[in-house]
């Protein structure tokens, strides 16, 4: 069992920045993939970014040269920097680990989200 709890979301005006924080427990050890998914509202969930284990980032097209991952394997934790925000990134965002190679599946470990709010 993983256990994620997510912080840093909230509002921002479009072209601000936000920090989300993924904080994992549990059991985690072994190749895996963690990092960020979202849901807006009549959409279904989507790959934002993710890492793995040993460092090698995926981001969502929507997202690059915008958004930056990181993670602490230490701290089992990871961190999406959020740059040039838009309206349409506005959406709940999720932590979420996988003991997977496949950042497109919506498998493994969820935390409960955290909104992002873009206005225009």
């Known amino acids: 069992q993983v256990q994620l709890v997510e912080s840093g979301g909230g509002l921002v005006q479009a072209g601000g920045s936000l920090r989300l924080s993924c904080a994992a427990s549990?059991?985690?050890?072994?190749?895996?993939?963690m990092g960020w998914y979202r849901q807006a509202p009549g959409k279904q969930r989507e790959l934002v970014a993710v890492?793995?284990?040993?460092?090698?980032?995926t981001y969502a097209d929507s997202v690059k040269g915008r958004f930056t991952i990181s993670r602490d394997n230490a701290k089992n934790a990871v961190y999406l920097q959020m740059s040039s925000l838009k309206f349409d990134d506005t959406a709940v965002y999720y932590c979420?680990?996988?003991?997977?190679?496949?950042?497109?599946?919506?498998?493994?470990?969820w935390g409960q989200g955290t909104q992002v709010t873009v206005s225009s």
């Open positions: 979420n680990f996988k003991a997977d190679w496949d950042p497109h599946t919506l498998s493994g470990y």
């Open positions: 890492m793995t284990s040993g460092g090698r980032p």
């Open positions: 549990g059991t985690i050890r072994g190749f895996n993939l």
